[in-house]
């Protein structure tokens, strides 16, 4: 069965969004798109909440999220226990957030990156699996602050 990707945005992120649910789709994941689906304006600690719940519980192994920078996204995501999200600007820092930092949710900023970097840097994340060794002591140490 195919890995499944949960994505959310607020009313900054819905093009990025839309462009990264085509990615995961054709990387061959399947994808639970939480909305929004209109233009209003959001909160997007709301989206936070539901695309960061669905990883935290198991139902999703990665989430994508949208917004205006990325960042109020991943500060709400990583108050959710067992979320690590990461915000990324670079296809770099999305391989390295997955590589060595494990994190199972990215964060994106559409007024930021834009369609095709943002783009890029979700196919990035979609790809790079975690190397784990030495890096798995340190993320059970982030775990542990969660305790
Ligand atoms: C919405 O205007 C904006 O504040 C939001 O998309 C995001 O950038 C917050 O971090």
Do not use: W
Request: charged share 30%; proline share 2%; net charge positive.
């Amino acid at each position: 069965m195919a890995d499944r990707v949960v994505t959310g945005s607020d009313h900054a992120g819905l093009q990025l969004r839309a462009e990264v649910v085509r990615i995961a789709r054709e990387k061959g994941f399947e994808v639970e798109d939480l909305g929004p689906f209109g233009a209003d304006s959001v909160d997007y600690p709301d989206y936070a909440r539901k695309v960061a719940e669905a990883v935290a519980s198991g139902r999703a192994k990665l989430g994508i999220l949208v917004c205006g920078t990325g960042i109020g996204m991943s500060i709400a995501a990583n108050k959710v226990k067992g979320v690590r999200a990461a915000v990324c600007r670079s296809e770099y820092e999305a391989r390295m957030a997955r590589a060595h930092n494990d994190a199972n949710v990215l964060c994106l900023g559409e007024r930021v990156t834009g369609l095709g970097v943002g783009g890029a840097i979700a196919a990035e994340f979609l790809s790079q699996p975690f190397e784990g060794g030495r890096h798995e002591r340190r993320v059970r140490k982030i775990a542990d602050l969660e305790k």
